[in-house]
């Protein structure tokens, strides 16, 4: 009688030792991807410019070298997206190039999978806020601390974008090349940094969006085609602040260069 209960004993440990082995080869096999066990919801990867997105069940994580997918005049003239440009840029000034070029970035963008409103609305700050889908990211309304931008605007290129001293491309304004070539003028543009998307200066009805109809944060709540059940969103606008207002809806993730 002894024998066979030992025998038993044997066999579970044995099956036991091995389900180990197998759980630990499933958590190497994860990390050697260094992807995650969470899928992407679908509308991130509308985002494609950047070089990788992953989500950890908490954060989406977007990576992005940073560099327009159209041509500028402020890529370096090697370069095979280098155009020389004149002519008007937005508002209708003469295009005045400044004296920087683009450079390529390592920027890596944690932004809230699940965004919720922060009624703190800390203020955006200067540099990146968001990233668009073609990997650049988007300032706010400021040229630096306490300086409007209209200085600014003469140099955005055919695009509406330019790049700042450390060659980091970035719009602070509508991106013609998303809502012209990629995209519409009422589609998802990207996601500020505290989540929430980002739409063109149109509803999808083709109604302008002016800023009268955005709240202090630059956006509103509706249905969407990406978000069917209603997402607050912040819209691009031709008058000033743009794209941001008075600070974030949510609460802002990271970004590190
Ligand atoms: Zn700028
Ligand atoms: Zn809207």
Same mark, same amino acid.
Do not use: R, W
């Given at each position: 009688?002894? &024998?066979?209960?030992?025998?038993? /004993?044997?066999?579970?440990?044995?099956?036991?030792?091995?389900?180990?082995?197998?759980?630990?080869?499933?958590?190497?096999?994860?990390?050697?991807?260094?992807?995650?066990?969470?899928?992407?919801?679908?509308?991130?990867?509308?985002?494609?410019?950047?070089?990788?997105?992953?989500?950890?069940?908490?954060?989406?994580?977007?990576?992005?070298?940073?560099?327009?997918? =159209?041509?500028?005049?402020?890529?370096?003239?090697?370069?095979?997206?280098?155009?020389?440009?004149?002519?008007?840029?937005?508002?209708?000034?003469?295009?005045?190039?400044?004296?920087?070029?683009?450079?390529?970035?390592?920027?890596?963008?944690?932004?809230?999978?699940?965004?919720?409103?922060?009624?703190?609305?800390?203020?955006?700050?200067?540099?990146?806020?968001?990233?668009?889908?073609?990997?650049?990211?988007? /300032?706010?309304?400021?040229?630096?601390?306490?300086?409007?931008?209209?200085?600014?605007?003469?140099?955005?290129?055919?695009?509406?974008?330019?790049?700042?001293?450390?060659?980091?491309?970035?719009? $602070?304004?509508?991106?013609?090349?998303? &809502?012209?070539?990629?995209?519409?003028?009422?589609?998802?543009?990207?996601?500020?940094?505290?989540?929430?998307?980002?739409?063109?200066?149109?509803?999808?009805?083709? &109604?302008?969006?002016?800023?009268?109809?955005?709240?202090?944060? $630059?956006? $509103?709540?509706?249905?969407?085609?990406?978000?069917?059940?209603?997402?607050? =969103?912040?819209?691009?606008?031709?008058?000033?602040?743009?794209?941001?207002?008075?600070? /974030?809806?949510?609460?802002?993730?990271?970004?590190?260069?």
């Amino acid at each position: 009688m002894k &024998t066979p209960k030992t025998i038993v /004993f044997l066999a579970l440990a044995t099956s036991l030792i091995s389900c180990n082995k197998s759980d630990s080869t499933i958590t190497s096999t994860n990390n050697n991807n260094s992807s995650t066990t969470v899928a992407v919801p679908a509308v991130y990867s509308k985002i494609y410019g950047a070089t990788s997105i992953t989500n950890d069940g908490t954060y989406i994580t977007i990576k992005t070298k940073n560099l327009p997918d =159209h041509k500028s005049t402020y890529y370096p003239t090697s370069n095979a997206l280098y155009e020389a440009y004149t002519g008007t840029t937005f508002g209708g000034y003469t295009f005045n190039k400044n004296p920087n070029s683009i450079l390529e970035q390592a920027a890596t963008i944690k932004i809230p999978v699940n965004p919720k409103l922060n009624t703190a609305h800390a203020a955006t700050p200067l540099g990146p806020i968001g990233v668009s889908l073609n990997g650049v990211v988007f /300032f706010n309304q400021y040229a630096g601390p306490n300086q409007p931008l209209s200085g600014e605007i003469v140099s955005f290129d055919k695009y509406y974008g330019h790049p700042q001293q450390s060659g980091m491309y970035h719009y $602070h304004v509508e991106p013609i090349y998303l &809502t012209t070539v990629k995209s519409t003028k009422s589609g998802l543009m990207g996601f500020l940094l505290d989540g929430f998307p980002v739409y063109g200066p149109q509803e999808e009805d083709g &109604t302008l969006v002016t800023n009268s109809m955005m709240d202090d944060y $630059h956006g $509103h709540t509706h249905k969407t085609v990406d978000y069917p059940n209603g997402i607050y =969103h912040y819209h691009f606008t031709n008058e000033s602040p743009y794209l941001n207002g008075s600070g /974030f809806y949510g609460t802002p993730g990271t970004i590190t260069q």
